[in-house]
């Protein structure tokens, strides 16, 4: 049976290590560009550890040029972050000084000390930051790292397809997408064919894996449903689908791992090991790169929705009968017949999907400084520390609770409601996604609670 299904099987420990053995390492352009984002030590560990795999190391054509187009980018916007931070102190200092503005007659508090208090706080916050600053990496320091990713990798790149090959890999990719084919039809809303850049960089993989005969060990910070399989939040490996696409094209085996992963799991094969810290970092910076990835499919979502929005509102005034509107203004006056009407019961249900949304985007950083605080207390048998982890973990159950009334909010918006959204599938990936985020940092926070339960 495991001969005919080999990718609802997982691998022995035997099995892993012959793929680690000779397996295809390809690291994926996030990755790569992580390396410009991570502070030196953690950047250094990451290459010594790619550089022992020299030289299995190999990148599809699509992931070099992707990286190469992107990295000052990434760097430019390392560089513009002091003076993000630095104007986000301010502004919040000048929230805490109002504050107080509002008590300058208090009988006790004594408004304007604590305001001088709060500028020398905000001075010092803002110099620290400006001497920062002046210690950042010059562009010919990043630039060097752009130089030793490129020795690493030497000429291990795929090659650049033809036109004729893109048309065609653009029409696969189109069809998949519909049919909802793993990889990458949760980019569905990107512009232009930027939205086909996963199943490029799979079919990459695909063809280099058959003619080497290959397996791949694939690295990608992109853990999204497309590409991995979940269960309550977590990923616990690649998306069944791939495998055995994988496995039928090429007759050999593919596995994909995090940064995080691979790094914890290459201890076993190569004479090298990085540190707790090193994985500590990457680990946090893979949690930021999580949420600006949401926050830009929430962005594009928006813009999607707003242009939808616009046209079924032109569409709406066209249908509407002309004893609708009142000569002056052009004002709806008939408010029963439009709320009754079926495409303003489509409108009314967009309004639910984007209320879901909002309570879902507001319970996520409730979970995250749930942890923080969690992870930052020392837990022991005191009174007070007892008294705290209490207090916390009755926090985390009623987060717990909130999370499945907004999961029992989207079962009944998405398979109880009457009515279907013409975008309704984009929405459904969107809350679906940001519902598996929060299940993911949910269960962080409930292995936390059992760890440092007193």
């Known amino acids: ?8 099987f997982s691998l022995k420990p035997e099995e892993f290590d012959e793929i680690w053995k000779d397996a295809l390492i390809v690291p994926d352009t996030n990755i790569l560009l992580h390396l410009l984002r991570y502070g030196e030590a953690t950047r250094n560990q990451v290459i010594s550890t790619l550089e022992a795999f020299r030289p299995r190391v190999w990148i599809p054509h699509r992931v070099g040029k992707e990286f190469l187009r992107r990295w000052r980018d990434v760097d430019s916007e390392n560089r513009k972050a002091y003076e993000k931070l630095k104007n986000g102190v301010e502004a919040k200092g000048r929230e805490l000084r109002g504050l107080f503005d509002q008590f300058s007659r208090h009988q006790v508090i004594n408004s304007e000390e604590e305001k001088k208090n709060i500028d020398y706080f905000i001075k010092g916050l803002c110099e620290s930051l400006e001497a920062s600053e002046k210690s950042h990496p010059s562009i010919s320091d990043s630039e060097k790292i752009v130089e030793k990713i490129s020795e690493i990798i030497g000429d291990m790149v795929g090659e650049e397809p033809n036109e004729e090959v893109l048309a065609k890999r653009i029409e696969e990719g189109a069809k998949r997408y519909d049919e909802k084919i793993p990889p990458g039809y949760m980019d569905a809303q990107k512009e232009g064919i930027e939205k086909y850049g996963d199943y490029f960089v799979w079919k990459e993989i695909l063809e280099k894996a058959k003619s080497e005969e290959s397996d791949v060990i694939f690295l990608s910070d992109d853990r999204k449903e497309d590409w ?15 495998v055995e696409e994988f496995y039928k094209y090429t007759g050999k085996r593919f596995h994909s791992y995090s940064l995080v992963g691979f790094l914890e799991h290459s201890k076993r094969y190569i004479n090298f090991e990085v540190s707790d810290q090193t994985l500590a970092e990457i680990e946090e910076r893979h949690n930021a790169f999580l949420d600006r990835e949401l926050e830009d499919f929430t962005r594009r979502s928006r813009e999607v929705e707003f242009r939808r929005a616009s046209d079924a509102l032109r569409d709406l005034v066209d249908d509407m009968p002309k004893d609708a509107f009142k000569s002056y203004g052009g004002h709806f006056v008939d408010e029963y017949a439009f709320e009754a009407r079926p495409k303003n019961r489509i409108a009314k249900k967009r309004v639910q999907f984007e209320a879901l949304r909002e309570e879902i985007g507001d319970l996520l950083p409730k979970i995250k400084k749930t942890i923080q605080i969690l992870r930052n207390s020392n ?23 909130h999370f499945y009334t907004l999961k029992k909010k989207f079962h009944e918006l998405f398979y109880d409601s009457p009515g279907y959204v013409e975008d309704e599938g984009e929405y459904f990936e969107l809350l679906s996604n940001m519902l598996e985020i929060a299940e993911a940092h949910l269960s962080d926070l409930r292995t936390l609670i059992n760890e440092s339960r007193p």
Do not use: A
């Open 379 to 401: 837990i022991d048998n005191k009174e007070e520390n007892v008294k705290l982890f209490y207090s916390l973990y009755s926090n985390f159950h009623w987060l717990e609770q």
């Open 228 to 242: 991995v399989y979940k269960i309550s939040g977590k990923d616990v490996g690649p998306r069944t689908e791939l």
């Open 1 to 8: 049976m495991k001969n005919r299904f080999p990718q609802y």
